[in-house]
């Protein structure tokens, strides 16, 4: 017992940059985002003993992390953030302009959770095949949930730049 501990604890910590940038991605203050943090440490330890290895360690972590999260803000529907916050600096490094950035950022933080988190999973460079898995969705759903962001951030960078002109 002592060693899996030990094992689970090195592991959360070489990967507690995913934990952290998912409960940013979901709540807007900090309180929020520690309570959430440690719910999902939590689940990770429940569901530790069942991780069969059979995929990367990190996809596990998001599976659990996101499962987690989508569950825990169904059940607080109030706290979900209603201002916009950057999670593309959360996520990854782009050379986008700060205006296109905020707008990605207020398009994404208006998504469905589901659809929110299918798109945290894409700008982190999953394929539509692990996304499926880790959210437990048909590969089928995840692409059409795909192209449809994708096609509303289109329209949404259009009437931007031509509101901009």
Known sequence: ?????????????????????????????????????????LQLWKSFATFRGESEISTWIYRVSLNTLLTKVRKEKNKIITEPLLILDLITPTAMADDDRELLSMVIQSLKDVDKAIVILYLEGYKNKEIAQILDLTLTNVSTRLHRVKTELKAKFKNHCNESQ
């Open 1 to 41: 017992m002592e060693l899996q501990k030990q094992n689970f604890i090195r592991i959360i910590n070489g990967n507690q940059g995913i934990v952290k940038s998912l409960c940013k991605a979901y709540y807007a203050s900090y309180e929020d985002q520690r309570d959430a943090y440690q719910d999902i440490i």
